[in-house]
Structure formats: C-alpha cells, structure tokens
C-alpha cells in the first residue's frame, strides 16, 4: 500500500508519516497492524470532538441517508445549513449575523478577501509576517514567509505585511487598505498570542481609516482557546471572521461571516459573486451542527483552560524552553530544531503522534482533540518526557 501511496496519490514532501489507518476512534488512531496511536494533533485541530464522535456520525448516517448534494450552495432551503448558520450567528456577537458556507479554509479567506474589496471599495490588504492563511493563489499572496510563495509568483497584487504584536507597524494600514487579515493566535508562526491589546488597536487604526478587520479563527475557532472563538478572549469583533478546521468535527469544510448588509454585496451588482457547488453541503452542515451543540450543551470548552494548566504543569524539562498558545492549542519550544525532529518521529514509534509548525522549525504541535482526558494527557506527557530523556541521553558530548 506504501508503494501505491507514494506513486499514484500526490505528495506534499519528500518523507509523508506514512501510518497506514485501519481506524480512528476518541484520541486514538490505529493503524493496519493494530499499533493504536494517542494523538495530540488532531488532524492538525480538525477533530474538535475526537475521531468519529458518535454524535457527528450519527449526524452524518442520517443526513447522508437523507439527501446529499440536491444544488449548488444557495438556492434550495436545506435544514442542516439554515439549522447550523441560525445558530452559529445566535453565539456571535453582533455585527456576525450571517455566514456563507464553503469546502475549506483557504476557500472561505478568499471569499472573505473579496467580500472586504466590495465593502471597502478598495483593493488593498494587509497580512502579518510568518501568517498562514491557505494554499490557494489568494490565500497563498496573503501568506508572510517568501520562502514558500516565491515559486508561485506572480500572486495577487496590493498586499502588504505589518510585524504581528507591532503596534509601530500599524500606520501602514492607510484609506487605501480594504481589510487586514490576521490570524487571532498565529499559527504557523508558532502559536503567538496577540498582546497588550493589539488586535483591539489594530481594530481602532482600521476603523479610524474605513478599513475592514478579518479575523482566521481556522485554528482557534470552534472552542479551542477556551472560548468558542479565539477573538472572544481579547475584546474585539472583527468585521469578517472567517472559520474551517474544527468546525465540523473532522469533515471538509470553511465558513465566512459577516453582518447581513455587507453580505448581501455578493449576490448583487454582479450578481453571484462568490458561488460553489458544494459549499453548504448538507451532510457536511449536518456535521458542523451536531459539532456546534455539542461543544455548546457540554463543558468542553471551558476545560481545554483546564488541560493547557495540565499541560504546562507536565512539560517541565529542561529542553523545553517554553510552551506558546492557549487552551489546546499549544506549541513547545525547544531549543534545536533536530529535538522536534526526534519528537515527532520518535513519537509516532512510540505511540505519540505530535507534529511540527508551518515556520517554526523549533516547535512541536500541540492540538488534541478537546475531548482528551487528563488521564491521555498524562500518558502523552510522559511519553514526551521519555523520549527527551532519550534524547539527553543520546546527545552526551
Ligand atoms: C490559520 C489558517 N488559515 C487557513 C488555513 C487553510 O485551511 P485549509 O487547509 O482548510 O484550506 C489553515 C490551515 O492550516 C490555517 O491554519
């Protein structure tokens, strides 16, 4: 099976992980010789609620069951859609009153990043260095490191970059820019926090000019932060959020709000400004719903506070030389980037599944399902103990 992965499906880079899955069931991932895996990465902070939560399965069973895709996104009434959007928009703060439904993150930046150009009027936007906000040529212009983007060029033009947490930086954002995009907790970058209040700033300076604030919650959003969205924990409300990941317990998905007025810009002058065929799918609500009320109707939320205390409280050692994020969405620091190498690899040996960062080539990823419990972090943490010491040992002068 190896052979014919490598060869028939496409590959991102020179050494996949290669666990060949029989199944996946709460923090465990088993592979076809029946070795099971706890994992801290959850798809990398997709499986909100565990692998395969029966409620999400049974969500999924009874929709599929129902009807699938019966018309491109918008046009038929589908209950999982208006059901999963009425909701949503009930736990926003207001002006987030309505969503439009898409495939992916990277899909949702994109239409977030057209819909501020018809607010605005404007073309110019601005991104933060080391951001991540998705693959595609849109999403792929707004992204802060070179390195990954110049092969790709030309992009979009009139974008720009100010330094995250930079509040000098902040002028550049002028009555030319349309929207700023920033990640609420950066994560590629290596899971940077926003301090001193600087996305409340950040959002002064775009209202002082007219431009529009565009907050990707792709990774905190969705519960992982201890709040349902990242930017609940540092007052502010953006003027566009943009979701996926998380949001439909393990399924394919992304979403972007806004107020209703400002959405109602795509649909007219010219009309269907932003369609897709499968966005809003209904199998694919069905998940995000049964997801939302779960993680709305149970305690997980506030806990993921208690398993990030958890957590630091674990991995002391003297390798680490810090733990960046909130709630489960968290990155140990080590010193060398060979350290994260033998984490993550070793790991996976050992059981462990534990994964790298987009930029940071000194953290380790910390995302499990917010579903763990304080027993499966323990054996997490001292497998991870375990293995430093390994490392100690092997490094030795
Ligand atoms: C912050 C952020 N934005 C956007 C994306 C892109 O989402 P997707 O891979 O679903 O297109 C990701 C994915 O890792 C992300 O972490």
Known sequence: MKKDFLKYQAQTGPAPLSIEVSHAKGTYVYDVSHKKYLDFVAGVSANTLGHSHP???????????????VMVYGEYIQKPA???????????PGPLETTYLVNSGTEAIEGAMKLAKRATGRSGLIAAKHAYHGNTQGSMSLMGFEPRKQAYRPLLPGISFIEYNNENDLYNITEDTAGVLLETIQGGAGFI????????????RCEEVGALLILDEIQPG?????????????????????????MAGGMPVGAFTA?????????EAPKMGHITTFGGHPVIA????????????????????EKEKLFRS????PLIKGIRGKGLMLAIILEDPEIVNFLVLEGMKKGLLLFWLLFEPKAVRITPPLTISNEEIEEGCTAILELLEEWDSQNVN
């Not at 208006?82 to 926003?92: Q, Y």
């Not at 009320?293 to 506070?305: H, R, Y």
């Not at 674990?314 to 050692?317: A, D, F, M, Y």
């Open 55 to 69: 409620k999400i399965v049974e969500a999924v069973q009874k929709q599929a069951a129902s009807y699938m895709h």
């Open 82 to 92: 208006v059901e999963f959007t009425k909701l949503l928009a009930k736990l926003l």
């Open 193 to 204: 926090e926003p301090k001193n209040g600087y996305l409340k700033k950040v959002k002064a």
């Open 222 to 246: 969705f519960g992982r932060t201890g709040t349902l969205f990242g930017f609940m924990n540092y007052q502010v409300v953006p003027d566009i959020l943009v979701m996926g990941k998380g």
């Open 259 to 267: 107020s209703h007025d400002m959405m109602t810009l795509l649909k």
């Open 286 to 305: 069905a998940a995000a719903l049964a997801t939302l009320q779960e993680l709305t109707s149970s305690n997980l939320i506030p806990q993921t506070l």
């Open 314 to 317: 674990l991995l002391v050692h």
